[in-house]
Structures are given as C-alpha cells and as structure tokens.
C-alpha cells in the first residue's frame, strides 16, 4: 500500500522558520501533483500550496512571499519551507499527493499524511 509520511513540525517563535517535509513510499507507479494543506482549530482544511510533476507553484494568497513548496522526484518527497511564521500559521499541516499505484491493476486516488502540528507562538 501507499503511505506518505510527514515529518518536521514543531513550536517555533513567530518570525521563525520551519521545513516541512513529507515522503511517499509503498507500491508506487508515478506521482502527479503534491501539495501541503493546513487545519487551524474550529476552522476547514486550507490548501497552502500545491506543485505539479512539472509546471509552476501555487500558494494561498496568506503564505505567498513566506513559504516555498518543492519537490525531489527521485526520493518521491515534497517539502515546505515557511519562513517568517506568524502566530495565525498555527495549524496541523497536511501532506496530498496524487498518486498511481499498483494493487492488482494500476489505480490513482489522492492520498493524505497522518498530519504534523506546527505551533507559532507570539
């Protein structure tokens, strides 16, 4: 089966920097587009950003300029970078990927992480 695991949260000041990282592993054929999206307490998950298998970036107008989302193909792992925090980026963050897979025949779904918590305090 496919897992992506993230890994990299952790409580920092605010105007601090975190790195998120997350991998996929399992039985894999190809991975499209991968992103990063969060959930603040009381509140829906929000995309923050997304990145193609080729193509260029998009962010939520609330992180652009701070945060930078990439990608290493050969490890089939996608990172974040927030730079700047703000007390208000307080959230659990969530790795998506869009993957193929093999389970008997080649299928497709999107997959989620388990979620990391980033704490920003003020």
């Known amino acids: 089966q496919v897992q992506l695991v993230e890994s990299g949260g952790g409580l920092v000041q605010a105007g601090g920097s975190l790195r998120l990282t997350c991998a996929a592993s399992?039985?894999?054929?190809?991975?499209?587009?991968m992103g990063w999206y969060r959930q603040a307490p009381g509140k829906p998950r929000e995309l923050v950003a997304t990145?193609?298998?080729?193509?260029?970036?998009n962010y939520a107008d609330s992180v652009k300029g701070r945060f930078t989302i990439s990608r290493d193909n050969a490890k089939n792992t996608v990172y974040l970078q927030m730079n700047s925090l703000k007390p208000e980026d307080t959230a659990v963050y969530y790795c998506?990927?869009?993957?193929?897979?093999?389970?008997?025949?080649?299928?497709?779904?999107?997959?989620w992480g388990q979620g990391t918590q980033v704490t920003v305090s003020s």
């Open positions: 990145i193609p298998s080729g193509g260029s970036t």
């Open positions: 399992g039985s894999l054929f190809s991975i499209s587009a």
């Open positions: 998506n990927a869009d993957i193929r897979y093999l389970s008997g025949v080649l299928r497709r779904r999107d997959f």
